[in-house]
């Protein structure tokens, strides 16, 4: 298999040079870097040339030319641009806290490219963090990994870095609606979290780097490793069957929503989007949310693309090998 060949582009005058030494050993896992350049301004050259000798990083230094601007950022952003349409990237990093490059890691991730952002938890703010396939955080790969990490509390008194992170308890119940579509690996489930929170970090909530461990928390998933004990797979616990009279006695409470209902819902969700398209994860939570006794059995299917199948040519997804966004057919 073809290793993921990275391009690393540092906005200088938001980075530390300090923290280069935790971020590079984490981007090194993901692949080979094949680009590693540094943007900054002339007088930021003498704190960041030791570490840039070090890493073997390249110095790209600006002028700034108009009192104001950033001109180190445009630099930056011309030559990710550059690299997407000339060199063999199949994945890029941005470092940076910069509200200013969600644009640029749009275009990226519409190019087919994937983007990794990393930055600083209270510094960033959310647009950059959704904008990215998935987002580190330059406090959690400080964390000293012999400390007891599970017993760290998370301090949720600093308002900006609490909206960053996305709520522990909506974590659990979205994974308890992905694993409601049938038995899934435990892998896949960590995968689609990232894809619906950028930022998906068990050390965000003062837990350890075990996914599965923190899978055992979750009172209604049970763990299942496969035949050759190399896979593990989670799916529901059984819910003890109701009587047939009670089980009718609820269905004709609350009557089970039609097609045509939930179709009109879900052009509605996609309409209400700046891109026209919602992510497949998202889609289903809010299916789900909106009608409470929404169960995908109750339509002949047991997973939601084929729910979704069950509308013909109504939706198309935005990549038919690996979809992750719904939008209209057109």
């Not at 601007?69 to 910069?98: G, H, P, Q, W």
């Not at 690996?185 to 979290?193: A, E």
């Amino acid at each position: 298999m073809e290793e993921n060949r990275i391009a690393i582009l540092i906005d200088g005058e938001n980075i530390s040079q300090y923290d280069i030494p935790y971020i590079f050993p984490e981007i090194k896992k993901d692949g080979q870097i094949l680009i590693n350049r540094l943007y900054c301004g002339t007088d930021y050259i003498d704190r960041w040339k030791d570490t840039c000798n070090d890493y073997s990083i390249k110095i790209v230094t600006q002028n700034n030319y108009v009192t104001g601007k950033n001109t180190t950022d445009f630099s930056l952003i011309i030559d990710a641009m550059d690299m997407l349409y000339t060199r063999e990237v199949d994945t890029f990093y941005i470092l940076s806290s910069d509200s200013d490059f969600t644009s640029i890691i749009m275009r990226i991730r519409e190019g087919n490219k994937k983007v990794v952002g990393v930055g600083e938890k209270n510094k960033t703010p959310k647009p950059i963090i959704n904008a990215c396939n998935k987002f580190i955080f330059i406090d959690n790969l400080k964390l000293d990994e012999s400390e007891e990490i599970n017993n760290l509390e998370v301090k949720e008194d600093n308002e900006s870095e609490a909206k960053a992170v996305t709520n522990l308890d909506d974590i659990k119940n979205e994974i308890i609606d992905i694993v409601s579509e049938g038995r899934i690996p435990v892998s896949r489930i960590k995968d689609k979290l990232i894809n619906m929170h950028p930022e998906f970090d068990l050390r965000n909530y003062g837990k350890g780097k075990k996914f599965t461990k923190f899978m055992e928390e979750i009172s209604d998933v049970v763990l299942i490793l496969d035949d050759d004990k190399t896979t593990w797979f989670a799916e529901l616990k059984d819910i003890p069957q109701k009587s047939e009279e009670n089980k009718l006695e609820k269905k004709n409470d609350k009557e089970i929503p039609t097609l045509d209902e939930i179709k009109e819902y879900i052009i509605e969700l996609i309409n209400k989007t700046k891109g026209k398209k919602i992510n497949i994860g998202q889609l289903y939570a809010s299916i789900k949310k909106k009608y409470s006794n929404f169960v995908l059995r109750n339509y002949g299917v047991k997973k939601i693309g084929k729910f979704i199948a069950l509308y013909d040519d109504t939706f198309k997804y935005d990549n038919d090998k690996k979809p992750n966004f719904l939008l209209l057919n057109k």
